[in-house]
């Protein structure tokens, strides 16, 4: 049976003392006590599922309460070792990457004596995976743009494969992770800019790739449409290929600024209008000629 052993007294060296001769010599000391008494050690050995050990490991010990307390690596042979930590009640767990991280195990420390955790990590399957990361920024300011709607595609050359959306943060920020290789564009867009679509980049995984993406603010963004059907009042069809004359409205002079015509279902449309008063007139005319 091994009994452990703990210092319950730092040990205390004395002064230098000279003997010359047959003499005697007085030596008092005052041992401190050892904070020993009131910690303990945490140790043990990260693992692979087969038993076989991780290196290098980061182990973290954190208070019931969740807080970090002390981290310490495992070494080549995955043994660990957090010593003077006081007695009382822990969560423990591991990190490396290429490894998930464990669910944090609780541990008690007691006096003097070690405790012994050995902490399992399970391979991460998205390991061999690459990313895309980037920043979304106004292009006439350098500035980044907030709720950007970043898309991601992945392209063979012919055939393009929507991937996913996320959205710009306050930083202009967007990532996509666990990516296998391949060949990727992202396409921005927000209301108030020019839609934008980068070129072609390729991730050969697991590598993590920066693409930034650059929008235009667009030049009509404060502009508005007027439109509507054109109907027959007699019977309330609807009338195609009706022109349709766009007025502006100075001083109560008017203006045309523009014709149309309407579509098959009777619609028409003005876009790219500017703040103003307008009017729209409607007929429909036939070459009797």
Do not use: W
Not at 237 to 251: E, F, G, M, R, S
């Amino acid at each position: 049976m091994v009994i452990p052993i703990s210092d319950l007294f730092k040990l205390q060296p004395s002064a230098p003392v000279t003997l010359d001769g047959h003499e005697e010599e007085s030596v008092n000391l005052e041992l401190q006590a050892s904070s020993s008494t009131s910690v303990g050690v945490v140790q043990g050995t990260t693992l692979l599922p087969n038993g076989n050990p991780v290196p290098f490991a980061t182990v973290q010990v954190y208070t019931s309460q969740g807080v970090p307390y002390a981290h310490v690596n495992s070494n080549p042979q995955g043994i660990y070792i957090i010593p003077n930590v006081p007695v009382g009640s822990y969560l423990i767990t591991a990190s490396e990457p290429g490894y998930l991280t464990p669910v944090r195990i609780p541990l008690t420390v007691t006096q003097g004596r070690p405790t012994q955790v050995s902490i399992t990590l399970q391979p991460d399957p998205a390991a061999t995976t690459g990313a895309m990361f980037g920043i979304v920024r106004n292009i006439t300011n350098n500035e980044p743009v907030n709720n950007a709607l970043v898309s991601l595609f992945r392209t063979d050359g012919t055939t393009v494969t929507p991937i996913g959306t996320v959205t710009s943060n306050a930083s202009g920020q967007y990532l996509f992770a666990e990516l296998p290789s391949g060949t990727y564009f992202v396409q921005a867009v927000l209301p108030g800019y020019l839609s934008n679509q980068s070129a072609p980049v390729t991730i050969q995984s697991p590598e993590y790739v920066p693409l930034d993406i650059n929008l235009t603010a667009d030049p009509n963004a404060n502009t508005g449409t007027v439109s509507g059907i054109v109907t027959d009042q007699a019977n309330g069809v609807a009338i195609p290929n009706a022109l349709v004359a766009l007025y502006t409205l100075t001083a109560g002079v008017e203006q045309i600024i523009q014709i149309t015509r309407t579509n098959q279902g009777g619609l028409y449309l003005f876009g790219d209008l500017p703040p103003g008063i307008y009017r729209v007139k409607a007929t429909v005319q036939v070459n009797t000629g």
